[in-house]
């Protein structure tokens, strides 16, 4: 009887141990497995980055070769056999225009400064059958000869090149642009034949590979609105007669520097996803002004942001959210909830408010400002000027509108619309240009 229960003891820890063998066995294969099957996911994703990388690259090169084929066509077209074209004239009883020294003009690279409010024009990038600034600026550099014909018809020819887009109806006080020009300019002279709305205040001369666009290392842009955009939801005001307490200006301020830092903007934007690399963005700061009367005895306030660079609709986004927040729409939590992965549904600000204030080049201006052939790009001697264009052309139009229109209080009212809550996926956009201006 004893033998038989300890035989079947030895039986039962044999087989114990069989089975615990079995399932480190299991375990190591699984394990083996799982590592499997991440280090594939890892090779497939490496080698999807490569054919983007490389697709992206085939795109730039093409782009390159297209504006070189571009440009030997019309050097093609400007060749003319003269003394074939003599003898047709001579035939016909013309005469062959005399020579214009204009056209044979030396260009070197300019930066421009710009100021221009842009409430009647379809943005500033050129847009044909559209009223646009780079199109009244193009016209009146080939009225002036700033600029020849072909360069008119193709800007990339003059390697013309803005700072930063801007929108419909967004206005900027000191936009930067970069362009061939002729060494004699008379600005007095270019400006008569601009609109009012429009106004060219500097050239300085740059060095041969400056680009406006790319030498550019930070943007500033300004949001003016009334306060009443900051009083509290469920109150009844005045337009003309609130004025926004302490207490509350100190919240939109600590509200806004939530934003500050390196973040994930792709709530911000339209079709931008989360995994997308260009949807991190470098906040430097965010600031809200001290309250002031508008000449229509409306309180107004100015927000101030200062970044890298923007994605398209991201500061009225961002100003959207601020405002609902204060107002008591939603919480502070809905701000740190759009920074994540989810994708959620926010306001975006009216566009009347939106200006792009300066275009920084602190870089640029550090190793060439004073080598004694340039001058850094800050157009100090022009901000007298500026300043008064600003206040008569862009800002009084804010007031003007916003007291007439009321686009602010009429979008307060669709606030409560939106959920701040997840929305439906929509598909993912790659690489959206700058904003700036909304963009």
């Not at 005399?98 to 421009?112: E, G, T, V, Y």
């Not at 275009?359 to 157009?379: C, F, Q, S």
């Amino acid at each position: 009887m004893f033998n038989h229960i300890l035989g079947s003891y030895t039986k039962a820890v044999s087989l114990r141990k069989l089975l615990q063998a079995e399932i480190s066995r299991h375990n190591l294969y699984s394990r083996k497995k799982s590592f499997a099957i991440a280090m594939a996911e890892a090779l497939d994703k490496l080698e999807q980055e490569r054919e983007a990388k490389k697709v992206a690259k085939e795109a730039e090169d093409e782009s390159v070769k297209e504006v070189n084929r571009l440009k030997r066509t019309l050097k093609r077209k400007k060749w003319v056999d003269w003394k074939a074209q003599d003898e047709e004239d001579d035939a016909n009883g013309k005469k062959r225009a005399p020579f214009d020294p204009a056209d044979r003009i030396k260009r070197k690279k300019r930066a421009i400064l710009l100021s221009y409010c842009g409430a009647n024009y379809y943005g500033m990038q050129r847009n044909p059958g559209m009223q646009t600034i780079e199109e009244e600026l193009f016209k009146a550099m080939l009225k002036h000869k700033w600029i020849t014909e072909d360069s008119f018809e193709q800007v990339q020819i003059a390697c013309f090149q803005r700072a930063a887009r801007t929108d419909k109806g967004v206005s900027a006080a000191r936009q930067v642009c970069s362009v061939k020009l002729p060494e004699e300019l008379d600005l007095e002279a270019f400006n008569k034949d601009l609109p009012e709305q429009i106004r060219l205040f500097g050239v300085e001369r740059v060095t041969k590979g400056f680009n406006a666009k790319d030498q550019c290392n930070a943007r500033t842009y300004t949001y003016t609105l009334p306060t009443i955009a900051f009083a509290a939801f469920d109150d009844q005001h005045d337009q003309e007669t609130y004025r926004i307490p302490i207490e509350r200006q100190e919240k939109v301020s600590a509200t806004l520097k939530l934003y500050e830092g390196t973040k994930n903007f792709h709530n911000f934007t339209s079709k931008k996803n989360f995994l997308d690399p260009s949807a991190k963005r470098f906040i430097m700061s965010f600031t809200c002004s001290a309250p002031f009367l508008s000449p229509q005895s409306i309180e107004f306030v100015t927000l101030k942001v200062k970044g890298q660079s923007f994605m398209l609709h991201q500061i009225r986004k961002m100003v959207g959210l601020a405002i609902a927040i204060v107002r008591g729409n939603t919480t502070t939590a809905t701000l740190e909830r759009a920074l994540t992965e989810e994708r959620l549904d926010l306001p975006m600000a009216p566009g009347l408010g939106l200006v792009l204030d300066t275009v920084h080049y602190e870089r640029y201006n550090d190793r060439y400002g004073n080598d004694g052939i340039h001058k850094p790009l800050t157009w100090a001697e022009q901000e007298e000027q500026v300043t008064q264009f600003i206040e008569k052309y862009i800002y009084s139009n804010i007031y003007k509108t916003e007291a007439e229109q009321r686009n602010m209080l009429d979008w307060l009212s669709t606030l409560h619309f939106h959920s701040y809550d997840t929305r439906r996926e929509e598909p993912a956009k790659i690489n959206n240009e700058d904003d700036d201006g909304e963009e």
